[in-house]
């Protein structure tokens, strides 16, 4: 007779303490992340109801008296959000890509302990974080001295390489072992050798979390084109809407001053539906980031 053989599940059993506080866990984690989209949901609802409306009952989950009128008055002229659009992401790729380029290099030499000026340089960098120049200096240097006066330069420079961020991203090139780069050394390789191919492939997290940071700076950014820029098609995405929306109230103070009823005037919803243009791309983009974020975050805190 055949000799029967059991077979046993590799699977551990959890005791059932642990599933109760799985199940608790997944409910107030479900619960947060409820709370956190909550804002984002009454922003969209608040864009896709009628002017009147909000004025009276104010914001809620469900659009009241649906009306698409914000986004009509800010789409009157698509070719305008489309090249807003583009300027901002053009800054947004160029300014984060060269610079994380600068950061990770710049990291890669004052984190090198066989680099005798490593300690005076980080001394240098970190001093400009605590004194600058004020905005009337910054302006002039750029005016007279870069000639940036409605150059897209001027939206790309002032952000290129934070300190702080650097400084961030020398700990993450600290990680690294030093024993790979010797042996890279040994093999024969040159230091921008070393940089692109070993380097840099092994900084993923850290160029996901600080190109993530760089980027939203980027592109909210719109103090440095109301500084710098003149020519509307130059314009990126943020001061373009908050050009809008100062229009807006501005036909609404001429409206009120005519004795022309301005309750219809999109003044409130058009700021929601802007919100909405304006954040859609990032929370678009958040996800594909997201686990290099949390591995970026987190870097440090554990060791072994």
Request: charged share 10%; aromatic share 14%.
């Amino acid at each position: 007779m055949p000799a029967t053989t059991s077979v046993k599940s590799n699977k551990i059993k959890m005791a059932g303490a642990t599933v109760v506080f799985n199940i608790i866990g997944y409910i107030f984690i479900t619960f947060i992340a409820l709370l956190c989209l909550l804002p984002f949901i009454i922003l969209i609802s608040g864009s896709f109801s009628s002017e009147q409306a909000v004025r009276l009952n104010g914001l809620s989950l469900l659009p009241q008296e649906f009306t698409t009128e914000a986004y009509e008055f800010v789409f009157r002229n698509p070719q305008e959000i489309i090249n807003a659009y583009g300027i901002t992401i053009l800054i947004t790729a160029i300014g984060t890509g060269v610079g994380l380029i600068f950061l990770t290099m710049t990291a890669f030499v004052i984190s090198r302990k066989d680099f005798k000026y490593r300690n005076v340089i980080s001394f240098y960098f970190y001093f400009t974080t605590l004194f600058n120049g004020g905005m009337v200096c910054t302006y002039i240097f750029y005016i007279q001295y870069y000639h940036l006066k409605d150059n897209l330069l001027a939206l790309i420079l002032p952000g290129l390489t934070p300190v702080f961020y650097m400084l961030i991203m020398r700990n993450f090139v600290n990680g690294i072992p030093a024993a790979l780069i010797e042996s890279a050394k040994i093999d024969g390789a040159g230091e921008l050798r070393i940089f692109f191919q070993i380097v840099l492939p092994l900084l993923g997290s850290g160029l996901a979390t600080i190109g993530l940071f760089m980027a939203l700076g980027y592109w909210n950014d719109w103090y440095n084109a109301m500084l710098y820029i003149n020519t509307e098609w130059k314009y990126p995405l943020q001061y373009m809407l908050y050009n809008m929306i100062q229009k807006a109230a501005a036909m609404a103070r001429v409206a009120s001053q005519l004795g022309i009823p301005v309750e219809n005037l999109p003044t409130n919803t058009l700021k929601l539906a802007m919100a909405v243009i304006a954040t859609g791309p990032i929370i678009l983009l958040y996800p594909f980031v997201q686990k290099y974020f949390v591995k970026g975050v987190t870097i440090g805190s554990v060791k072994g």
